[in-house]
């Protein structure tokens, strides 16, 4: 009986020791699974907040495609118009530039015109020499002999001349040289 007892013994300590370590198990596994528990769940949450970056991202990019197809339309077009604007403007030069050349033959024209005038006008006769060879030789006769109408005539003949000089330069083509002004002077005068 003895032996029987010491057997039952030696079975509830061995059965004890084993509890002690099982549960010393369970201890250690819960605690296992409450830290894995909240990795997990750390792990879940980073997962969310990456899904919804992603999904912003996703939408960004859509968003920075449409942008970047819509930046190349406008591109183009702003490259179509400039090509458009390079070659207006290189019209617009070349028509000015054909006004300015326009413009400096007309004012050479014009001067040639005005000299030729000039010339016509001094080689004209002077209504003071007539005057004087009307009046009585003094003065203050030459003075009193000049008449309103003998001022007319001269001033309507010098008219006349300046308007012969201003139709001859104007039938003959504008003066380019010096020696084509010389010849329409000489004309002029002798006219």
Request: hydrophobic share 30%; aromatic share 0%.
């Amino acid at each position: 009986m003895s032996d029987d007892l010491e057997l039952l013994e030696h079975r509830a300590k061995r059965r004890s020791e084993k509890l002690q370590q099982t549960t010393t198990v369970v201890e250690m596994t819960r605690a296992r699974l409450e830290s894995a528990s909240g990795a997990h769940d750390e792990a879940s949450r980073e997962h969310r907040r990456l899904a919804a970056q992603l999904e912003r991202a996703d939408e960004r990019a859509q968003r920075l495609r449409k942008q970047a197809r819509k930046a190349e339309k406008l591109a183009r077009a702003a490259r179509h118009d400039l090509a458009e604007v390079e070659h207006e403007l290189g019209e617009h030069v070349d028509e000015q530039r054909k006004r300015e050349r326009k413009v400096a033959k007309a004012e050479a024209s014009l001067a040639a015109l005005r000299a030729s005038a000039d010339v016509a006008a001094r080689s004209a006769p002077s209504p003071r020499g007539s005057a004087t060879k009307a009046g009585s030789g003094t003065p203050t006769a030459r003075r009193s002999g000049r008449t309103k109408t003998g001022t007319a005539s001269s001033t309507s003949s010098a008219t006349r001349t300046t308007k012969k000089a201003a139709a001859t330069a104007a039938k003959r083509a504008p003066a380019k040289t010096a020696a084509r002004k010389r010849s329409a002077t000489r004309t002029t005068s002798t006219d």
